[in-house]
């Protein structure tokens, strides 16, 4: 199949669509988890016993880049993408890449603002050690978009790997 999209063949595409998703669900996480670390770690410095009810804080942003890695993997093993056999058309596997978006770039964000979140969490933990329980629920509510997105990605693969196979 040498038909191409714009310049990009479809298995290229799903490539992209899988790499896209991995790249900015990890660097939302990279920034996510920068941000709610650097307070984590000013409040560990005055008091560090309070590390343990801390961490989950700053580790919560690490699960975006987690979600991007499934979807990447997902296209890779939905399409047969492993081992080169895959075949898809231009428009299958723009197809592809528009399915890894909603994971993409909800992560970016999401992983970003829940670094915010934790960090000003910690804040609560600073002062009220015992309320950690407490702390993490705001941080918590930022994951939902992101799982959300997770779950509409792998929904709209499983459509386009079902609309492939039977064209197949």
Partial sequence: MNEVLWGLSGVNWALLGGAVAAILGGIGSAIGITIAAS?????????????????????????????????????????????????????????????????????????????????????????RSEDSGKALIFPALVETYAVLALIVTILMLTAIQAAVNAAG
Avoid: H, W
């Fill in 39 to 127: 307070m984590v770690s000013g409040v560990v410095t005055e008091d560090g016993e309070k590390f343990g009810k801390l961490l989950p804080l700053a580790a919560m942003p690490g699960t975006q880049g987690i979600y991007g890695f499934i979807a990447a993997v997902l296209v890779l093993v939905f399409f047969n993408l492993l081992g080169g056999e895959g075949t898809l058309t231009p428009q299958q596997g723009f197809a592809v890449f528009i399915a890894c978006m909603p994971v993409a770039f909800l992560c970016l964000m999401s992983a970003i603002y829940q670094g915010r979140t934790g960090a000003a969490a910690a804040g609560i933990v600073a002062r």
